[in-house]
């Protein structure tokens, strides 16, 4: 996914070379579109030695397993995105958030760039009650964990490596 227009004048974007990147330029007033990747917040729970997937509900890859989470609003920080995420798609509350790192991926097979910001979750006591973008929640042993059924790239080897303790 790309611009075809500018977003300051409604020109036509031309596609050009610059510094090492291929950008979109508009010809008439000069504005670029970089295709910046979107930021997003997901969380690695683990309870009693198993993990939280949850099952998308919508495109990309709906009936897939992903980590839990979502897209930052405008203004907010990660973590609090993280936590309306978690509370809005499956009724849980975060005990504590531990940032792990960041991880990249596009959404969808030809969708557009996404950054996101990967947390180890501690969460409140309580049942899931998936809501929103998510079909189903379920708790996975260590061992049994759908790898090749998760949704993105990046969130598969990010999972393998932080459960094989690497």
């Given at each position: 996914m790309t611009a075809r227009c500018c977003l300051a004048c409604g020109g036509r974007l031309t596609v050009v070379r610059e510094d090492g990147h291929t950008r979109r330029r508009c010809r008439r007033c000069g504005w670029i579109f970089y295709g910046?990747?979107?930021?997003?917040?997901?969380?690695?729970?683990?309870?009693?030695?198993?993990?939280?997937?949850?099952?998308r509900a919508r495109?990309?890859?709906?009936?897939?397993?992903?980590?839990?989470?979502?897209?930052?609003?405008?203004?907010?920080?990660?973590?609090?995105?993280?936590?309306?995420?978690?509370?809005?798609?499956?009724?849980?509350?975060?005990?504590?958030a531990r940032l792990l790192g960041f991880a990249t991926d596009r959404y969808g097979p030809r969708g557009f760039a996404v950054l996101t910001t990967v947390y180890r979750v501690e969460p409140h006591p309580g049942p899931l009650r998936p809501a929103d973008d998510v079909s189903e929640a379920r708790w996975f042993p260590r061992r049994g964990v759908p790898f090749g059924a998760?949704?993105?790239?990046?969130?598969?080897?990010?999972?393998?490596r932080y459960l094989s303790g690497r």
């Open positions: 910046n990747p979107v930021p997003a917040a997901v969380g690695v729970i683990l309870r009693r030695g198993r993990v939280l997937l949850t099952r495109p990309p890859y709906a009936g897939t397993w992903d980590l839990p989470g979502g897209f930052l609003e405008a203004g907010e920080l990660p973590e609090a995105c993280l936590v309306r995420e978690l509370r809005e798609e499956l009724g849980l509350r975060v005990r504590r998760i949704a993105f790239p990046s969130m598969r080897t990010l999972l393998r």
